[in-house]
């Protein structure tokens, strides 16, 4: 059994954070002491992993409950889970094209720049140029 900071720690999880997952019950609530220290199992060092984990993929939170319910009912068909990793890796390819956009227009910007005034800069007049605007969409993380 581990006390919620040696699941902290093993996890690499704050304890905030842990707490936060037992009140949306995406963690379930852990035994506790008699004195009402947390005591957590081994079963629940495996799901907060797989939480972590599935956090570090950038599946969201709603996303990883719907995975955990797929992992307690280990006799349904795993379509679901295809899905929402499908839905995952299309948004990752979609921000990766983003980021390859943004690359491509910031070497741009510094080749094409000559070194000299301010009022000559291309950095500078490309980010005055509102009409070369990425749109809130366009945005990194959008």
Do not use: W
Request: with cysteine.
């Amino acid at each position: 059994m581990l006390t919620i900071g040696g699941l902290a720690k093993k996890t690499g999880t704050k304890v905030q954070t842990i707490r936060y997952y037992e009140q949306i019950g995406l963690l379930p609530e852990p035994d506790r002491t008699e004195g009402g220290q947390r005591r957590y199992s081994n079963e629940q060092l495996d799901k907060l992993s797989f939480i972590r984990h599935s956090r570090q993929l950038g599946f969201s939170l709603e996303e990883i409950r719907e995975l955990l319910d797929l992992c307690d009912h280990p006799d349904r068909p795993c379509g679901k889970a295809d899905t929402i990793a499908r839905r995952q890796l299309k948004q990752v390819e979609q921000r990766i094209a983003r980021l390859q956009a943004l690359r491509t227009e910031l070497k741009r910007m510094v080749r094409e720049c000559s070194g000299g005034r301010t009022a000559d800069c291309r950095v500078l007049e490309v980010l005055r140029d509102h009409s070369e605007c990425l749109t809130d969409h366009d945005e990194i993380g959008a």
